[in-house]
C-alpha cells in the first residue's frame, strides 16, 4: 500500500463532519466546527473559523442579521495554519453555488499570506487584520499599541480561555515537560485576557491560566470590536445589492 503523503496526513488530522447550532460547545467547535444550514435561506454565507462562531451568532441575533448563514472550520486549525487556506478554499467551492456573497471570517492567522492569496484568487473577502487578538481590540488601536511596545503580552479571547488546555498547554507540550515554561514563555510578560462578554467566571479562569503561566494579568472588555463593524458592512452591502 502507498504511504499517505504529507498533506493528506495533515489534512486527516483535521478531517470533520461539523455539528449544528444545538449541538455547540467549545469542543465540538475546537475538533469538527459547524455545519451550514440545511434550509439556504440566507443570501450570504460566512465561513468562519470555530473559535468565532458564538461571537458571529450572538452578532447577528443582536443585529437581526437573519440573511447571513454560519458554517465554522474546526478551530483546531490554528495549530495547523498551513492548512486553513486549503481548508476555506474547499468550503468556498463547496457552498459557492448556493449563495449569493460568500465572506470569509479568518485573519491572517499565521498563514503569511497565503490565505488572503487564497481569498484573493477566489474572489471572496475577508477580516482584515493579522488575527483575532487585532481585529478584537480594534486593527488601528492594536497596532497602536504594538508601535507604542506592547510586544511583551500574550493573549486570550473567551473561547482561548475556555479552550487554554486544548490550545496551550497540551499542544505546547506543558503538560508532560513543564520545564518547557520558561523557554516558551520566558520573554512574556503580561497575559491579555481580551473578553468579548462580561463574565466574572472567565475573569476568574483567565487569572488562573496567568498564574500557571507565571505572567502579570491584564483584563481588557474588547466587545466584539472591528469583527462586529465588518459583519455590518457585510449584511449591508448585500442588502443593498439585493
Not at 8 to 34: H, I
Not at 36 to 64: F, M, V, Y
Not at 123 to 144: D, I, K, L, T, W
Given at each position: 500500500m502507498a504511504r499517505r503523503g504529507r498533506a493528506a496526513r495533515l489534512q486527516g488530522r483535521v478531517a470533520v463532519r461539523p455539528l449544528s447550532e444545538s449541538q455547540l460547545d467549545e469542543s465540538s467547535l475546537t475538533e469538527q466546527g459547524l455545519a451550514a444550514p440545511k434550509l439556504k435561506t440566507g443570501r450570504i454565507l460566512l465561513i468562519a473559523c470555530g473559535a468565532l462562531a458564538r461571537e458571529i451568532l450572538d452578532i447577528k441575533s443582536n443585529g437581526q442579521?437573519?440573511?447571513?448563514?454560519?458554517?465554522?472550520?474546526?478551530?483546531?486549525?490554528?495549530?495547523?495554519?498551513?492548512?486553513?487556506?486549503?481548508?476555506?478554499?474547499?468550503?468556498?467551492?463547496?457552498?459557492?453555488?448556493?449563495?449569493e456573497q460568500i465572506f470569509v471570517v479568518y485573519a491572517d492567522?499565521?498563514?503569511?499570506?497565503?490565505?488572503?492569496?487564497?481569498?484573493?484568487?477566489?474572489?471572496?473577502?475577508?477580516?482584515?487584520?493579522?488575527?483575532?487578538?487585532?481585529?478584537?481590540?480594534?486593527?488601528?488601536?492594536?497596532?497602536?499599541?504594538?508601535?507604542?511596545?506592547?510586544?511583551?503580552?500574550?493573549?486570550?479571547?473567551?473561547?482561548?480561555?475556555?479552550?487554554?488546555?486544548?490550545?496551550?498547554?497540551?499542544?505546547?507540550?506543558?503538560?508532560?515537560?513543564?520545564e518547557l515554561l520558561e523557554m516558551i514563555f520566558g520573554?512574556?510578560?503580561?497575559?491579555?485576557?481580551?473578553?468579548?462578554?462580561?463574565?466574572?467566571?472567565?475573569?476568574?479562569?483567565?487569572?488562573?491560566?496567568?498564574?500557571?503561566?507565571?505572567?502579570?494579568?491584564?483584563?481588557?472588555h474588547t466587545g466584539y470590536g472591528d469583527l462586529k463593524t465588518t459583519l455590518h458592512s457585510w449584511a449591508g452591502s448585500a442588502s443593498s445589492s439585493s
Amino acid at each position: 500500500m502507498a504511504r499517505r503523503g504529507r498533506a493528506a496526513r495533515l489534512q486527516g488530522r483535521v478531517a470533520v463532519r461539523p455539528l449544528s447550532e444545538s449541538q455547540l460547545d467549545e469542543s465540538s467547535l475546537t475538533e469538527q466546527g459547524l455545519a451550514a444550514p440545511k434550509l439556504k435561506t440566507g443570501r450570504i454565507l460566512l465561513i468562519a473559523c470555530g473559535a468565532l462562531a458564538r461571537e458571529i451568532l450572538d452578532i447577528k441575533s443582536n443585529g437581526q442579521l437573519d440573511h447571513i448563514d454560519l458554517t465554522c472550520l474546526p478551530a483546531k486549525l490554528h495549530l495547523y495554519p498551513d492548512q486553513i487556506p486549503t481548508a476555506v478554499a474547499a468550503a468556498v467551492t463547496k457552498h459557492r453555488a448556493q449563495y449569493e456573497q460568500i465572506f470569509v471570517v479568518y485573519a491572517d492567522c499565521g498563514t503569511g499570506g497565503t490565505l488572503a492569496s487564497t481569498c484573493k484568487k477566489l474572489g471572496v473577502e475577508m477580516v482584515a487584520g493579522p488575527h483575532c487578538y487585532s481585529f478584537f481590540e480594534g486593527n488601528e488601536g492594536f497596532g497602536q499599541r504594538t508601535d507604542n511596545g506592547e510586544i511583551t503580552a500574550f493573549y486570550l479571547t473567551d473561547f482561548l480561555v475556555k479552550q487554554f488546555d486544548a490550545f496551550i498547554w497540551r499542544p505546547m507540550g506543558l503538560d508532560k515537560n513543564p520545564e518547557l515554561l520558561e523557554m516558551i514563555f520566558g520573554n512574556y510578560t503580561t497575559l491579555v485576557y481580551q473578553s468579548q462578554v462580561n463574565d466574572p467566571d472567565l475573569v476568574l479562569r483567565a487569572q488562573h491560566c496567568a498564574e500557571r503561566l507565571g505572567l502579570s494579568f491584564e483584563h481588557r472588555h474588547t466587545g466584539y470590536g472591528d469583527l462586529k463593524t465588518t459583519l455590518h458592512s457585510w449584511a449591508g452591502s448585500a442588502s443593498s445589492s439585493s
